[in-house]
């Protein structure tokens, strides 16, 4: 019998936490450590994958993504070896997307010739902005010419390569991203990943803000005005949005993204790594200790899970909702309708129809454009409807 989860696929994500300087926006569970034993990650990491094999045997696996952290500071010998015992503990799929995050400051030719040959088939670079003060306000340790330098390296070494850029920065203009999303597009990429900033509680830009020390952020109209200009200037150059904040040329879709916003099954492996797990009928949510060395420590006691959590049907119908209408495709609302045990308000339904925030046909529900301005309400509608 199928289980829901395979409808969204099966990846495995492996957490890096360590960085060589935390940014002022990032609330991600990374670290600055001057050293890092890297037998022992590695060491660590093999075990969780035989130990998750051995409660997922025959499944097939779609994607493979190093994030962090700054996973370019991985020994390339560590991927490779991680990449190997993935081959041989599960079946995995022809077209296996294996990505690797990447920061500009980390980039050599010969480290990512040896990713390269170790498998890894797709970079995700964190170049952030395009020009040197903003890099320098967002914390990042590279100039723009090291950034495109790096990417230059990427782009000769692997067949994809995604970029990240950061735009609603302080004192960016309309003008300012327009023209730093246009000089991005030339760069022949097939994939951008293109985040409002958000100021989040626990970091150093949270704080600032706090004590209204963070000048310069875009009101609420700019920033709107901004995401719009987003999809017209993408669109335009063949690069459309496949989710709220990722454009991709046709075929380019990150693989294992689609995962969680398809409401599949994922190892989450490592410190403070999330994951999605289906045992016996029934999804579990899983969450790994976030200290470093006490996610290793309890590594050797084949306990690394700080939680294991049954999802009640509610649980899986509300988290099918909140990841798969980022999509552009929308969601299966037959799909939704087994998960919920019941299908969704009628009268709800209608009125957001109605008034432009969705369409409905007979098997999916997809956000319009207009809906997608204000997402998080049209989510909370259809949930309270």
Not at 113 to 123: E, F, L, N, P
Not at 130 to 143: V, Y
Not at 278 to 283: A, E, K
Request: charged residues 25%; contains cysteine; negative net charge.
């Amino acid at each position: 019998m199928t289980e829901d989860w395979q409808q969204g696929g099966f990846g495995i994500y492996i957490h890096w936490p360590f960085c060589e300087a935390k940014c002022p926006y990032c609330d991600f569970n990374s670290h600055v450590s001057r050293s890092i034993d890297q037998s022992a990650w590695k060491k660590a990491y093999l075990q969780e994958l035989r130990r998750y094999a051995s409660l997922t045997q025959g499944r097939t696996v779609t994607s493979v993504f190093f994030g962090g952290g700054t996973p370019s500071l991985m020994n390339p010998d560590t991927v490779a070896d991680v990449i190997a015992e993935i081959r041989r503990l599960w079946p995995v799929a022809n077209d296996l997307e294996i990505t690797l995050e990447a920061n500009p400051g980390s980039v050599e030719a010969g480290r990512f010739m040896a990713y390269r040959d170790g498998g890894v088939s797709r970079i995700s670079m964190g170049i952030q902005a395009l020009n040197d003060t903003d890099l320098k306000r967002l914390g990042r340790i590279h100039t723009v010419t090291e950034g495109l330098a790096a990417f230059d390296i990427a782009r000769n070494t692997f067949e994809r390569v995604s970029f990240d850029l950061i735009y609603a920065r302080q004192n960016q203009g309309l003008k300012d991203w327009e023209a730093e999303l246009k000089q991005a597009l030339t760069l022949s990429i097939d994939h951008l990943s293109l985040y409002q900033l958000t100021i989040e509680d626990g970091t150093a830009f949270g704080d600032r803000y706090a004590i209204g020390k963070l000048r310069g952020l875009p009101d609420e109209d700019l920033g709107a005005d901004m995401f719009d200009l987003t999809q017209d200037v993408c669109a335009a150059a063949g690069m459309p949005a496949y989710e709220v904040s990722n454009h991709a040329a046709d075929g380019a879709q990150s693989r294992h993204n689609l995962i969680y916003w398809r409401y599949g099954d994922y190892l989450g492996i490592g410190p403070g790594a999330h994951g999605r797990l289906t045992l016996s009928g029934q999804r579990h949510a899983t969450i790994c200790y976030s200290n470093p060395k006490r996610w290793l420590d309890e590594v050797e006691k084949a306990q690394p899970e700080q939680s294991r959590e049954v999802l009640t049907k509610d649980d899986e119908a509300t988290e099918f909702l909140l990841m798969g209408l980022r999509l552009r495709e929308g969601v299966d609302l037959e799909r939704f309708n087994t998960l919920a045990q019941k299908p969704l308000d009628q009268v709800t339904l209608h009125h957001l129809t109605d008034i432009g925030m969705i369409s409905v046909n007979k098997t999916r529900l997809i956000v319009t454009d207009q809906g997608f301005r204000v997402l998080n309400s049209v989510i909370s509608a259809l949930l309270n409807g």
